[in-house]
């Protein structure tokens, strides 16, 4: 079956790549994209177009991201020629631990509410970028930030249709006071103003990124805590530092694809990457069924590992060389019966003991940034702290209660996480920033876009558009509405447990260098988003 069978043939009514020369600002949302492309205008770099349209994504798309969630980051400095990575992910808070659950019989963690909260860290994680490489003054970043919070912006349409669902989520009277205005939520096309998270930016603004974890919004946020049952010690916030980090490697089809180490889920796609290599991925191009039985088949081996494994390196480091080995790799490649599907694996080494919003960015200089910034599931935890407008993430939810288990929750150790930014080099240069949205999807969206272009030869939007599979760690396998029939009987007689519905499949963006520094940007029509270019 020949490649383009996944893709939309022909002239579609769909999106063309954006090429340009001077910069580039992929986003989930055109006003957000558009807050970059004034930084770049200005002067500025890609790191202050990264930033600048993360604030007003905070804003404009808040069911998705927003100051009260974690940013993580991999950016290549022009200026050092060098591929730098950020983990800016909070911890947990001081005063809840694995007792807080077994005190009142409780056997998980709840998705929403104050047990779900921790730390936010993303306004530290900007700041280090900004320190490290930034350009223009940090107060400059925010206007448009600010003028969308406090003037207000009119909903989009893929964002209006997360707002339908808000009242389920929201859990405190802060919460409900702005995203239910008048009792209900806001509607497609309605201006929706947000001006307490207006005036917080502000003080971000003027007082710089130590102005969130102290002074008057880290005491309100405190406040909210202490008065609701919340788990914030008084220090955890002026405590939480990001941290630089050494990017993961894994050669494929000519590029080395880059992942930040846990305790994110990027180590999952490079796994699965090199069990497709050493599965001779390449020679099954034009067996559509094989192909996707073949992936699903990696992915879910990868996802048995990062279920294992992942966690705080700090306090439960995975066992990176193994699984990134080429012994690794082979061995869970033979595993892998060309006509059945596994029943849910383990993991081979055995076990020691969404909704999100991502970003790219370019400069003419030669900077590329991959940016995923998240409060973890629609409107996070559902709580506003207070004041502030900040909406808090419910990354906690993410940590689990078994004993024994790296990921067990205990204070001032970071969670799991779904969150990953993506970039590829080209012999050794900046060649690929991508990212995958949509929680667990994200690792497998990843590996589905790169086969997209690695493989089968898509076009940059066309990579993104094209149909994906969403394997469930439940052993069930979502496809999206454009796989051919003929691939979901083969699928199925295969033993793939289909499901029919609508996702999360993810949403992404992507910036490729072409040659003579063209800079091309794709954003994925599964989103409100766009691709800009100057």
Not at 315 to 326: G, I
Not at 333 to 361: E, F, H, M, W
Request: one cysteine or more.
């Amino acid at each position: 079956m020949p490649a383009p069978r996944l893709s939309r043939p022909g002239f579609w009514p769909g999106r063309s790549n954006v090429l340009a020369r001077r910069g580039l600002v992929c986003a989930s949302q055109p006003l957000a994209a558009q807050a970059g492309m004034e930084m770049l205008r200005r002067g500025g770099n890609a790191i202050d177009a990264a930033i600048a349209t993360a604030a007003a994504l905070c804003v404009v798309e808040p069911m998705s991201t927003g100051l009260g969630g974690d940013v993580f980051a991999l950016y290549w400095s022009a200026k050092d020629k060098k591929l730098k990575g950020l983990n800016g992910s909070g911890r947990c808070p001081s005063k809840l631990s694995w007792r807080t659950f077994a005190r009142v019989g409780k056997t998980y963690i709840p998705e929403r509410g104050w047990p779900s909260v921790s730390v936010p860290g993303t306004v530290d994680g900007w700041g280090e970028l900004h320190k490290a490489d930034g350009r223009l003054p940090w107060k400059d970043l925010f206007g448009p930030a600010i003028h969308y919070a406090r003037e207000g912006f009119p909903l989009s349409e893929i964002i209006a249709g997360h707002f339908e669902r808000v009242s389920v989520w929201l859990q405190n009277d802060a919460a409900r006071a702005i995203f239910m205005p008048d009792g209900a939520p806001p509607v497609y096309g309605q201006l929706f103003v947000q001006k307490d998270l207006a005036a917080t930016f502000e003080a971000l603004a003027s007082g710089g990124p130590r102005a969130f974890y102290e002074g008057d919004i880290a005491a309100e946020m405190l406040r909210v805590s202490d008065a609701e049952g919340g788990y914030f010690g008084s220090d955890d916030l002026a405590k939480h530092a990001s941290t630089w980090v050494e990017p993961l490697h894994a050669g494929f089809g000519g590029l080395e694809v880059c992942e930040l180490p846990p305790n994110g889920q990027g180590l999952a796609a490079l796994i699965a990457l090199n069990i497709l290599k050493k599965a001779g991925i390449q020679d099954q191009r034009q067996d559509w069924a094989r192909f996707a039985h073949t992936v699903v088949e990696a992915v879910k081996i990868a996802y048995a590992e990062r279920n294992a494994h992942l966690a705080d390196p700090e306090t439960d480091p995975a066992p990176l060389a193994e699984l990134l080995s080429d012994a690794y790799a082979a061995k869970a490649a033979g595993l892998i019966d060309a006509n059945k599907a596994a029943q849910r694996p383990a993991s081979l080494l055995g076990s020691p003991g969404g909704d999100t919003v991502y970003l790219c960015a370019a400069d003419g200089e030669g900077n590329l940034v991959s940016l995923i910034n998240s409060l973890y599931m629609g409107f996070g935890s559902g709580l506003v702290a207070g004041r502030t407008g900040v909406m808090l993430q419910n990354r906690g939810a993410l940590f689990t209660l078994e004993d024994g288990h790296p990921n067990r929750i205990a204070p001032g150790k970071r969670p799991f996480h779904t969150i990953i930014p993506g970039l590829a080099l080209k012999d050794g240069a900046p060649h690929l920033a991508f990212g995958v949205m949509g929680g667990h999807h994200q690792a497998q969206g990843h590996v589905q876009v790169l086969l997209n272009l690695m493989v089968h030869q898509m076009g940059l939007q066309e990579a993104f558009s094209a149909p994906r599979f969403d394997f469930r760690t439940e052993n069930f396998l979502a496809l999206e509405r454009d796989f051919p029939s003929e691939i979901r009987i083969e699928l199925a007689r295969r033993g793939h447990a289909l499901v029919d519905d609508h996702g999360p499949f993810g949403g992404g963006q992507g910036i490729r260098v072409r040659s003579a520094g063209i800079l091309e940007g794709a954003s994925d029509p599964r989103k409100d988003g766009a691709a800009l270019g100057w």
